[in-house]
């Protein structure tokens, strides 16, 4: 009888992953909505300054790396409801809901921890290349040495995407 009772809290304690999904869930939602911020604000900083026929300087540099840094939040963000959604179904339920949208379903259908870790790891891997390029825009070059270097980590990125999705399905 105890041990029936033991395993019973046991079998029980999983619910306490729910924590996880909501606060990730809510984490992602405010990252949605600091990203969607500052694509607005620098977007109306744009058009304020084309109406009025001036460009600040490094105009184009700012609204480039603001946008790049807010497809680096979303990016998190889809992380944060990947990691939900996975550690619901994993331990909690299945989506009933999600069986109704074939498309959607299988974007978000998590069979193992397995491949949950595959799922979040090649959006993390998004994120840095994403992040790499923001902090590229802000670097001065000058010689041919970094220049070389330039190339050489934009050849690195591209094999480490090559290899990450040489055994994908699509």
């Known amino acids: 009888m ?3 009772i033991f395993e019973g809290l046991i079998w029980r304690s999983r619910f306490i992953v729910i924590l996880s999904v909501i606060f990730g869930l809510l984490g992602a939602i405010v990252l949605f909505i600091i990203a969607s911020l500052d694509i607005y604000s620098i977007s109306i900083f744009t058009i304020k300054a084309l109406f009025a ?4 300087p490094k105009l184009h540099e700012n609204l480039v790396s603001t946008i790049i840094g807010a497809v ?7 992380v944060l409801f990947i990691f939900s959604f996975g550690l619901y179904e994993l331990f909690i339920s299945e989506i009933d809901e999600a069986d109704s949208d074939e498309k959607t379903n299988k974007l978000l259908e998590i069979k193992s921890l397995d491949q ?3 799922k ?3 959006v993390i891997v998004m994120v840095l290349v994403v992040s790499f390029f923001q902090r ?3 670097t001065e070059y000058n010689g041919a040495k970094e220049m070389l270097y330039f190339a050489l980590s934009i050849l690195a990125l591209a ?3 090559y290899f ?3 055994n994908s399905k699509h």
């Open 2 to 4: 105890i041990e029936r």
């Open 53 to 56: 026929h001036s460009h600040p």
């Open 72 to 78: 680096d939040l979303y990016l998190i963000a889809v």
């Open 116 to 118: 949950l870790k595959d």
């Open 120 to 122: 979040i790891a090649k």
């Open 136 to 138: 590229v825009l802000h």
């Open 159 to 161: 094999l480490g995407l």
């Open 164 to 166: 990450l999705h040489k």
